[in-house]
Every structure is written in C-alpha cells, then in structure tokens.
C-alpha cells in the first residue's frame, strides 16, 4: 500500500477559470475509476499550473482486490441432459466464466431451478489497471469550450503536449493520441529547462521548483497574498483584497513575484472606480488602501518569474497602468462635458432586444413599472419623484464612453455623472443599485428607490423574455433570468417588501402591450414566469434550510407574496422540528380529503344532529376571527395553534359522525363545514403536503 502514482498532463496555457473545474474532474473520476477497478489507495491530490494539470495517487495497493461473486447461468432443465451430463449450455457457461464443475451449485429464481456458479476472479496488477484506464481518466476532463488540434481525435481545452506518468520510480506508459507519455517534463516557459527528466513521484516537486514552478496552487496563492500584503504594509497601506481576483493570479503564474508599483498622481483626482476597475478587471492589479479606505498611489501585481531585472519590470507595468488611466482621465473628461440627462436620447439608437425595443424603450417601462410597484408599496411622494427620476437616468451612462471602453463600470459611472449633474444622493445611489445583486453573495440595494428600481428592471427583462419565448431552458440562460429572478427575491426578502408577486408580473406584462404592442398568450406566460419564480423560491428556501414539504405546502396555498411566504415557511418549520405538528397531520388531511368534495362552504346550524358536530362547528366558530385576525398581523404562529386546539373536536366529529350519508342536507352541510374549515387552514398552509 505505499505505491504512489502521478500524472501530469502537459497544455499550453490553460484560461485561469476553467482550472478548478478540471481538477475537480479529474480527482472525482479518477477515484471513480479506482473503486470500480477494485483499486484501495489512501488519498488522492491535484495540482495545476497554467501549464500542467497533475494527479497523485497515494497508497495504492499491489493489485486489484480479489472478486468473489456468484454468477447466473442457464436453467436446471437445459443445463443437464437426460443423464445429468453437462449439456453445451452449461459447458459453455463454465468455460466463459473459468470455472470448473464443481463451482457449480443449483438455486431457484422465480420460481425456476437455475445453475449458478461461484466465480473467483483474481486481481490484476495495480501498474496494468492504471495502463489501461489513464488515458480514459484524461479524456473524461469535459471543458464548457474545446478544441482539437493537429490532427488528433481529442478535444480539450489547450492542446496538450506532454503527459508524465510514473508508478513509483517507472515509466506507466499508455497510448494517448500520439502523444508522447513518460517521464520527461518542462519547467517554468522562460526561466527553466525544456526537458527534465522525472525519476520518481518524490522526486517531482522539488525537481519542478528547481526550474521556477510551483506546481502546488496552495502555497503559490500563500505567496501572492502574504507577500503583497507585506508589500502594502511597507507603504503604510492594506491591500485591498478581492478573493476571485487572488484565485484567479494564483491560476495565471507557475512562480509568483509580488511587486509594488506606483499610480501617477494626476490620476487620483479621478473617481477610485475608474482607477481601480482598470486594474483589477484588466490587468490584474491589486489596489492599495489606507486605514479609511481611501486609495493610495500604488498597485501590487504578481510577477511570473523571480526577481531579476524587477526595476524594469515594474516600470513597464506602471507605463501599461498609465496608459489605461490616460484613457480613463481623457473620456472621463468627455463624459461630464454635457448632463447625464442629456445621454437619455442617445437610447434611442441601442436595441435592448430586437424584439423588445431600445433601451431608450426599457428605460419609459422601468419607469412605468417603478412607479406602479412604488404606488402598490404606497411609498413616499418624495421617494416616489427620486425614483421616477432615477429610473429615467438608470440606462444613460451605457452611452457614454467610459461605460463602453469599461462595460464593468455600468452603473458606478451613472451614479458618479448623476451627482456631477447635481442629482440628490437618493437618484444617483439608485442608478447604481439597480444592478445589486449581480452575482450571488453580492451586496443588495439600501435604498428604497433603489430597491425598487433593481425589482422594476429585472422583472422587465423577464417578463419580455418569457413573452418572446426566450426563457432559460436546460443550463441555458442567455439573459441571466435566473441570477435576475434571485435577485429580485433576495431584495424583497431583505426588505420585508409585501409584493404581490402576481400583480408585478401583470404589471410588466401590460406595459409591453401598452408600449410596444407585444402580441402572445398572457395567461400561458404569465403562468410560467410564476411557474420560474416558484422553482427560484423552492431552492433558496431549501438553501436555508427550510423543509422541501413545507415548502410545498405554503407555496400550494396560492399566495404570491415572497415575504409572507418565507415567515410562514419559516414558523412551519420552526413548529415541525419541535414536533408540534407532527400529531395534527393526519386529523386535518382527513379534513382537506374530505373537504374537496365540496362546492361550497354555507352551513346551516339547524341541519346538525349529532352532539360532535355542533361541538366542531362552535369551536371552529370560536376561532375563525382569531385566525384571520392573525394571519392579518402575520402571527402565523398564533394562527397554526389556535389550529391546533381544533384536533379534539375534530377527531370527536370523526369517531361519531357519518359524513357521507344518503341524506343529501346531512351530507352537503357536514361537508360544508369541513370545507370551510379547510378553506380557512389553507390560508395558512397546505397541510396535506407536510410529509410525517
């Protein structure tokens, strides 16, 4: 058990974003492959460079683990003939299986004597399992884009160049495309040698280190984050850490260098996005911050190499700099020349979508709909004017030139040009965060305005996608509708909004017939956006932790509110972990079952002739206006155990009580009385969905 495998898999420069993908392949499918083959090994490990992907295999056993088995062959009837002799049926079983006759032992299977026999298959060596499967293991690597190259079968991301494949102190060899696979490697492109020779697995890392690459991404990523926040700290800064962007150099450079360099101080009178977007989105920089934030007149960026020359190297980053920033300072410049309010017109001539109008044309519905949302949340007349102009502004800056040489500041730069056009901090702060959350985990809007603003913008898109026929299908989603549609959830949760979901969608939905004369089949549409934002909602949900069951039972209730059906979700479950309702279940599912007999929820005292009944109807009577009362303060809890309190008298009306009699008064008016006290539980949940 102490064998210890590698391969190393030899590429041009591997994109940065695709690397953890495949390292996540590559030791998922190898461990696979290794359990399958019967294959015991103690871990496990992979590593990459942009140049190399890498496996170790640690502990492997000698050889396969032995296989016993019992095996089905042909029936008793067929298998011997009138003498017991072994017919060619049976012969022919014992030779496939490389047993002999006296493996061989009878047992019945549905109702029919069968021959089965005991098969013994002897591991095969741990070297020639891994011959034959590695190659599989490499072309089982599945990137979002491929390639092909020189003629050769396999798609991958770069082509590949080299493989390594060692058991040990031995060459593992196996045919892969043409593609020479031993023991010979190369180090970093510019700084090591183009062919090293890698004798043992131990001996691989050092090897590699000696010629200026770090194979494990782990310590690279140590250096980078420990070495240029010492960095900073040496110029009394803090570096201004951004984790994707720190993955992303750690999977760009095979032997990190941090270096400092340093901002031209004309440029710092620019607004610190428009510095430090360049930076960070385009050339990879690290921005330096003092103790409050503010930004410094220094940058770190890593190096792929080691510190020859540096001076040099970090005057050609600091020109590169330069030179983005210049451009930056010369359309910044441009930009504030006229109002932003003046850009609104240029709209006009940019396509949302083609069949969805301009974004002069989604800017008029982002306002509708931002006021019809306001309105509904009866908000402020001074929030609503805020809000009405920001919406007006909101797509303005996608004209100017900075937001097009840098489309990341969209928004920031419609925030930043609103206030130089002396805009109040509500408009301009909403037409930044119209766009929060862009991605999961991000920040959301503090604004109402902007609250709203973001909600009216992201249901636009959806409701003119659905109404296209262009909604997410499979893992495609070409507008980003399900990232939209969680954000538009998260802002209502984090906000406390009481929207009616429904009422937003047919808002949305009637000003695309009111502005563009969209023609399609609304009821159909607007059931499946619904139908899209229920499957969003039963997910983030579940994500919270809630239960899948009480999901489905408030979600069946038929309220569209997301707020109200989060608190109810939440008090639901809550009451499940304590087991409080555990024991009511099957009382109140007898009453929905029954209760869906019924078209109506009129109940005449006078008809009721059994004790149980009249005492069910008087304690329901009791508490109807508290449940309401209740669910009107959102004291679902209260609600669920004045509920509670009812499984007496219910069950009573079942142990003496006869619902479906022939007398058809009895029988309609005691399924009344079911219905309606089914139809006030439905208010809080669907209980027949809660599982036991």
Request: proline share 3%.
């Given at each position: 058990m102490s064998n210890k495998y590698l391969l190393e898999i030899g590429v041009e420069e591997l994109p940065a974003r695709l690397i953890n993908g495949a390292l996540a392949q590559l030791k998922e499918n190898t461990e696979k492959m290794l359990k399958n083959e019967r294959i015991e090994y103690t871990n496990t490990e992979t590593y990459a460079t942009p140049r190399r992907l890498v496996l170790i295999i640690r502990g492997l056993s000698d050889k396969q683990s032995t296989l016993k088995e019992r095996v089905k062959g042909p029936a008793k009837r067929i298998a011997y003939d009138d003498k017991?002799?072994?017919?060619?049926?049976?012969?022919?079983?014992?030779?496939?299986?490389?047993?002999?006759?006296?493996?061989?032992?009878?047992?019945?299977?549905n109702g029919e004597e069968y021959v089965?026999?005991?098969?013994?298959?002897?591991?095969?060596?741990?070297?020639?399992?891994?011959?034959?499967?590695?190659?599989?293991?490499?072309?089982?690597?599945?990137?979002?884009?491929?390639?092909?190259?020189?003629?050769?079968?396999?798609?991958?991301?770069?082509?590949?160049r080299w493989i390594v494949s060692i058991l040990n102190d031995r060459v593992l060899p196996f045919e892969f495309e043409g593609i020479e696979v031993g023991n010979l490697t190369k180090g970093h492109r510019f700084?090591?040698?183009?062919?090293?020779?890698?004798?043992?697995?131990?001996?691989?890392?050092?090897k590699l280190e000696d010629n200026f690459v770090l194979v494990d991404q782990n310590k690279r990523w140590e250096i980078i984050k420990y070495g240029s926040e010492r960095l900073a700290k040496e110029k009394g800064g803090n570096l201004l850490i951004d984790e994707d962007l720190l993955d992303e150099v750690t999977n760009i450079v095979e032997y990190p260098t941090p270096i400092i360099g340093r901002i031209e101080k004309e440029y710092l009178s620019l607004p610190e996005d428009v510095i430090i977007t360049p930076m960070k989105e385009h050339l990879r920089f690290f921005p330096i911050v003092n103790d409050k934030g503010k930004l410094l007149p220094y940058f770190i960026t890593v190096r792929n190499g080691n510190k020859e020359y540096i001076e040099m190297v970090v005057k050609g980053n600091e020109k590169v700099l330069e030179a983005r920033l210049e451009d930056a300072k010369f359309f910044y410049h441009e930009d504030i020349k006229q109002p932003l309010e003046d850009y609104v017109e240029q709209l006009k001539n940019i396509v949302f979508q083609e069949k969805l109008g301009t974004l002069y044309d989604k800017t008029i519905r982002i306002q509708k709909l931002s006021k019809k949302i306001g309105d509904y949340l009866e908000v402020g007349e001074e929030t609503q004017r805020n809000m009405e102009r920001a919406a007006y502004l909101s797509k303005a800056d996608l004209v100017t030139k900075m937001v097009d040489e840098?489309?990341?500041?969209?928004?920031?730069?419609?925030?930043?040009?609103?206030?130089?056009?002396?805009?109040?901090?509500?408009?301009?702060?909403?037409?930044?965060?119209?766009?929060?959350?862009?991605?999961?985990?991000?920040?959301?809007?503090?604004?109402?305005?902007?609250?709203?603003?973001?909600?009216?913008d992201k249901l636009d898109t959806i409701a003119g996608s659905f109404a296209i026929g262009i909604q997410p299908t499979g893992s495609q989603d070409p507008y980003g509708l399900?990232?939209?549609?969680?954000?538009?959830?998260?802002?209502?949760?984090?906000?406390?909004?009481?929207?009616?979901?429904?009422?937003?969608?047919?808002?949305?939905?009637?000003?695309?017939?009111?502005?563009l004369g969209l023609v399609f089949d609304y009821s159909s549409i607007k059931k499946e956006i619904v139908d899209f934002f229920n499957g969003r909602i039963k997910n983030m949900f579940i994500d919270m932790g809630i239960r899948y069951d009480i999901i489905d039972g408030v979600i069946s209730t038929g309220i569209d509110n997301i707020y109200d059906l989060k608190v109810r979700a939440d008090k639901l479950n809550q009451y499940l972990e304590e087991d409080r309702l555990t024991e009511v279940l099957f009382t109140f599912n007898r009453v929905i079952n029954l209760a869906e007999k019924t078209t109506s929820t009129e109940v005449k005292r006078d008809l009721f002739v059994e004790d149980a009944e009249v005492e069910l109807y008087e304690a329901f009577n009791d508490i109807e206006e508290k449940v309401l009362s209740c669910l009107d303060k959102k004291e679902y809890d209260k609600a669920l155990e004045l509920f509670i309190g009812l499984k007496e008298p219910v069950d009573n009306f079942f142990d003496h009580v006869m619902v479906m009699v022939d007398d058809e008064d009895l029988r309609g008016n005691r399924l009344n009385l079911l219905g309606k006290i089914s139809e006030t539980m439905l208010l809080i949940c669907d209980l027949s969905k809660l599982v036991k």
């Amino acid at each position: 058990m102490s064998n210890k495998y590698l391969l190393e898999i030899g590429v041009e420069e591997l994109p940065a974003r695709l690397i953890n993908g495949a390292l996540a392949q590559l030791k998922e499918n190898t461990e696979k492959m290794l359990k399958n083959e019967r294959i015991e090994y103690t871990n496990t490990e992979t590593y990459a460079t942009p140049r190399r992907l890498v496996l170790i295999i640690r502990g492997l056993s000698d050889k396969q683990s032995t296989l016993k088995e019992r095996v089905k062959g042909p029936a008793k009837r067929i298998a011997y003939d009138d003498k017991d002799n072994p017919t060619k049926a049976l012969q022919g079983f014992m030779r496939g299986q490389g047993i002999s006759i006296e493996q061989i032992f009878i047992d019945e299977h549905n109702g029919e004597e069968y021959v089965y026999g005991n098969v013994i298959k002897e591991g095969k060596d741990t070297f020639t399992v891994l011959s034959n499967n590695m190659a599989d293991i490499i072309k089982s690597i599945v990137f979002p884009k491929s390639m092909k190259w020189g003629g050769k079968n396999i798609r991958f991301a770069r082509p590949i160049r080299w493989i390594v494949s060692i058991l040990n102190d031995r060459v593992l060899p196996f045919e892969f495309e043409g593609i020479e696979v031993g023991n010979l490697t190369k180090g970093h492109r510019f700084l090591g040698s183009n062919r090293i020779e890698i004798n043992s697995v131990e001996e691989y890392f050092s090897k590699l280190e000696d010629n200026f690459v770090l194979v494990d991404q782990n310590k690279r990523w140590e250096i980078i984050k420990y070495g240029s926040e010492r960095l900073a700290k040496e110029k009394g800064g803090n570096l201004l850490i951004d984790e994707d962007l720190l993955d992303e150099v750690t999977n760009i450079v095979e032997y990190p260098t941090p270096i400092i360099g340093r901002i031209e101080k004309e440029y710092l009178s620019l607004p610190e996005d428009v510095i430090i977007t360049p930076m960070k989105e385009h050339l990879r920089f690290f921005p330096i911050v003092n103790d409050k934030g503010k930004l410094l007149p220094y940058f770190i960026t890593v190096r792929n190499g080691n510190k020859e020359y540096i001076e040099m190297v970090v005057k050609g980053n600091e020109k590169v700099l330069e030179a983005r920033l210049e451009d930056a300072k010369f359309f910044y410049h441009e930009d504030i020349k006229q109002p932003l309010e003046d850009y609104v017109e240029q709209l006009k001539n940019i396509v949302f979508q083609e069949k969805l109008g301009t974004l002069y044309d989604k800017t008029i519905r982002i306002q509708k709909l931002s006021k019809k949302i306001g309105d509904y949340l009866e908000v402020g007349e001074e929030t609503q004017r805020n809000m009405e102009r920001a919406a007006y502004l909101s797509k303005a800056d996608l004209v100017t030139k900075m937001v097009d040489e840098f489309t990341e500041l969209q928004g920031r730069m419609g925030m930043e040009y609103a206030k130089q056009a002396g805009e109040n901090e509500i408009v301009s702060t909403a037409i930044y965060e119209q766009y929060l959350p862009r991605f999961a985990g991000d920040e959301l809007p503090t604004t109402t305005a902007g609250s709203i603003l973001s909600i009216a913008d992201k249901l636009d898109t959806i409701a003119g996608s659905f109404a296209i026929g262009i909604q997410p299908t499979g893992s495609q989603d070409p507008y980003g509708l399900r990232r939209q549609a969680l954000g538009i959830i998260n802002i209502i949760l984090d906000k406390r909004l009481n929207l009616a979901l429904g009422e937003l969608i047919d808002s949305a939905l009637y000003i695309y017939v009111e502005e563009l004369g969209l023609v399609f089949d609304y009821s159909s549409i607007k059931k499946e956006i619904v139908d899209f934002f229920n499957g969003r909602i039963k997910n983030m949900f579940i994500d919270m932790g809630i239960r899948y069951d009480i999901i489905d039972g408030v979600i069946s209730t038929g309220i569209d509110n997301i707020y109200d059906l989060k608190v109810r979700a939440d008090k639901l479950n809550q009451y499940l972990e304590e087991d409080r309702l555990t024991e009511v279940l099957f009382t109140f599912n007898r009453v929905i079952n029954l209760a869906e007999k019924t078209t109506s929820t009129e109940v005449k005292r006078d008809l009721f002739v059994e004790d149980a009944e009249v005492e069910l109807y008087e304690a329901f009577n009791d508490i109807e206006e508290k449940v309401l009362s209740c669910l009107d303060k959102k004291e679902y809890d209260k609600a669920l155990e004045l509920f509670i309190g009812l499984k007496e008298p219910v069950d009573n009306f079942f142990d003496h009580v006869m619902v479906m009699v022939d007398d058809e008064d009895l029988r309609g008016n005691r399924l009344n009385l079911l219905g309606k006290i089914s139809e006030t539980m439905l208010l809080i949940c669907d209980l027949s969905k809660l599982v036991k």
